[in-house]
């Protein structure tokens, strides 16, 4: 999505643009932004719409988004849990003993014994040996990190489902406003028949 | 949350109205994923309720806990003690939920009485 220019004079109600999503001006007065915009009803309508639609692509963007970085997160706290485990049992020399899936519904026994290492799949076809120490701290920054992106994340979505509401809002009052002109206007010719 | 006008009506939108009425929009998601979260928080500990249970049933000495994805035999009375951790912990974390529930319904209806008072006919804040 292009970025939105920066706002007009009337700063505090005009909410510019975050992260790429363009902000929605705030209408005072519908007659006054209709002869600012020139636009006429039904072209101010046809835009407001489409930029709803923009909006709502957006939404879908950043809704798949934090989906996936909502269960990305429990499965990092998950292996936060296994290494803090492992760790657990390295003082007591006790092997331990677990049941793992091989195949889907298929398990089979490990024995794990004593170890200072655990390897980490870091994607990519990339797995790298790391002391628990490290492990432990290269999953907590991890994990910390995608908390800080899920919080922009939802900040974006609010501010654009801000945006969105406004433009419904607008949308309604641009439609309003030309019924009421409508209903003048034929009050208006139906008085000057009665009069001629 | 539906803003339809009854056409013809004069009543301005000034910019404190359409904060409250971002402000109730806001609300409201939150208010839909709360339940969402107070929903699956509620299922967890029906299961662990129903795990702890199946333990004092069990006459085995070891357990296999799950740990991540895959499952430990751990002795009993420390799956006994983990579970019990678990419970304490959901259990808290579920009245937060509650509570933020209730403090979003009660933000919500204040909103409510704001915006019929000002728009009466001409704004719809239920759910479809």
């Keep these: 999505m292009a970025a939105a220019s920066s ?6 109600k005009t909410t510019t643009e975050r992260r790429g999503i363009p902000g ?13 915009t020139g636009f006429d009803v039904n072209s101010a309508l046809a835009f407001l719409q489409e930029r709803l639609q ?27 849990d296994v290494v803090a485990t492992l760790e657990a049992k390295k003082g007591t020399g006790e092997a331990l003993i677990a049941d793992f899936e091989v195949s889907e519904g298929i398990y089979s026994r490990a024995c794990i ?13 990339v797995m790298l040996e790391y002391s628990c120490e490290e492990a432990t701290l290269l999953l907590k920054k991890n994990l910390e990190n995608a908390k800080a992106s899920l919080e922009v994340l939802i900040a974006d979505l609010q501010f654009l489902r ?5 433009t419904q809002v607008t949308i309604a009052r641009v439609y309003n406003w030309d019924v009421h002109q409508r209903r003048i206007r034929q009050i208006a010719a139906s008085s000057t028949s009665k009069d001629s | 949350m ?50 702890s249970n199946e ?30 951790e678990m419970k304490e912990l959901n259990s808290k974390n579920l009245e937060k939920l509650e509570e933020e529930k ?19 006919d001409s704004i719809n804040l239920e759910e479809d």
């Design chain 1, 24 to 36: 929605a001006q705030f209408v005072e007065d519908v007659e006054t932004y209709l002869t600012q």
């Design chain 1, 162 to 166: 801000d945006q969105v509401t406004v």
């Design chain 2, 55 to 84: 333990l004092i049933l069990t006459d085995e000495e070891v357990v296999r806990f799950q740990i991540g994805e895959v499952f430990a035999h751990v002795p009993k009375e420390e799956v006994e003690t983990r579970i019990e």
């Design chain 2, 2 to 51: 539906i803003l339809k006008g009854t056409g013809g009506s004069e009543t301005e939108v000034t910019w404190e109205d359409q904060q409250n009425i971002n402000k109730f929009g806001r609300l409201n998601n939150r208010f839909h994923e709360l339940e969402d979260e107070i929903k699956v928080a509620k299922e967890a500990i029906d299961n662990l309720e129903d795990a």
């Design chain 1, 113 to 125: 014994e004593d170890n200072d290492s655990v390897c980490l799949w870091l994607g990519a076809n």
């Design chain 1, 7 to 12: 706002s007009s004079t009337e700063s505090p």
């Design chain 1, 54 to 80: 923009q909006y709502k692509l957006v939404e879908m963007k950043l809704l798949a988004q934090q989906r996936d970085l909502q269960a990305k997160i429990p499965d990092i706290e998950k292996c936060l």
């Design chain 2, 102 to 120: 209730e403090s979003v319904v009660a933000q919500m209806a204040e909103l409510k009485k704001i915006l019929y008072g000002k728009f009466k």
